[in-house]
């Protein structure tokens, strides 16, 4: 299993790899093009259809972005993404739709070795996925570790530090993100 494969599948690898090097130079060149100050918004809908995995009709991305690989990066439809998004893609990140993003996000999934040094100043390191399903809406300046799923219709409010899974249809909000109340549906909102 070679270093992308084992990246793929949520197992320690070496992010050095020169099969790695060349895919996070290829996503910086599309970034390049998309973050320049300017850009013709359709150069920027074709730039975002190369770099991410997929792109839902509707999907707005405001510059800039960062992101490892982009190929990792799947966004369902009618998501608005606010400025400066830092998406670290070593695992797949799906934004269902419907998804807003305030401004600054940063959606992590690499994962480093915690307790063994010797192992962490290897350079070794692991991701794992995240996933906000459809309607969810992340506050300016929130920051989603890895691994973390946040559930449909969900709202993290600005500058929490979501670090476990949010059940649907909650407001949350803190470091660590904590439930802070259930949100009301319909009419009643």
């Not at 997929?54 to 190929?71: C, H, I, N």
């Not at 660590?176 to 259930?182: G, Q």
């Amino acid at each position: 299993m070679n270093e992308l494969e084992k990246m793929l599948a949520g197992e320690w690898y070496e992010p050095g790899d020169p099969q790695l090097d060349t895919a996070r130079r290829q996503c910086q060149r599309l970034l390049a093009r998309f973050n320049t100050p300017g850009t013709d918004p359709a150069e920027c809908r074709e730039v975002l259809g190369e770099l991410l995995g997929s792109v839902g009709e509707g999907a707005q991305l405001m510059p800039t972005l960062r992101a490892d690989y982009g190929f990792n990066i799947h966004l369902g439809r009618d998501v608005f993404i606010n400025y400066d998004l830092v998406a670290l893609d070593c695992a797949k990140i799906s934004i269902g739709d419907g998804a807003l993003f305030g401004p600054r996000c940063q959606l992590l999934t690499p994962v480093h070795p915690v307790d063994d040094v010797a192992f962490r100043r290897s350079g070794a390191e692991r991701a794992e996925p995240i996933v906000l399903e459809e309607n969810v809406w992340l506050g300016g300046g929130v920051i989603v570790n890895p691994g973390v799923r946040i559930g449909a219709g969900s709202v993290i409010g600005s500058g929490s530090v979501v670090t476990r899974d949010i059940p649907a249809r909650v407001f949350a909000a803190g470091s660590p993100a904590r439930v802070v109340r259930e949100l009301r549906t319909g009419a009643e909102s």
